[in-house]
């Protein structure tokens, strides 16, 4: 089956179901919800935090863990998702790039264990972030 993308180097076929379906669910979720107010949003100069508690029910925050309410999912989709998020605006990239990499992951790999059931639920639901914890 053929991706509704232009795919100039031909790896489409290189990905799993799986990490295709990752994909083609934020690519739906960036037109249909982000998109629409990109230049709203840009005019104000704002990121639209209202957008992350969809972005962490959708399993963006915590996407590699397995543990702690994360997704589980594997470093190709994780880049095909950012790659998307990417299209909508570097700033979800970035929140959700920083969320993953340097919050969550240093907790889970370098935390004891009471600070990774404190934080880690927390930040993979989206009711905390980096600024706010």
């Avoid at 960036?30 to 104000?44: I, M, N, T």
């Avoid at 605006?89 to 970035?94: H, I």
């Amino acid at each position: 089956m053929n991706s509704p993308h232009t795919d100039y180097y031909f790896c489409e076929e290189l990905f799993s179901d799986d990490e295709k379906q990752s994909r083609d669910e934020v690519r739906a979720w960036v037109d249909r919800r982000y998109l629409p107010g990109a230049a709203d949003y840009f005019e104000q100069g704002i990121f639209p935090v209202e957008l992350v508690p969809e972005m962490a029910q959708m399993g963006l925050l915590g996407f590699k863990l397995k543990e702690y309410g994360g997704r589980g999912k594997n470093n190709v989709a994780f880049g095909l998702v950012c790659q998307e998020l990417e299209r909508g605006d570097s700033g979800l990239r970035s929140f959700v790039s920083v969320i993953n990499s340097l919050v969550i992951y240093p907790i889970y790999s370098f935390g004891d264990e009471a600070q990774k059931e404190r934080w880690l639920p927390e930040l993979i639901s989206g009711k905390k972030s980096a600024a706010s914890a």
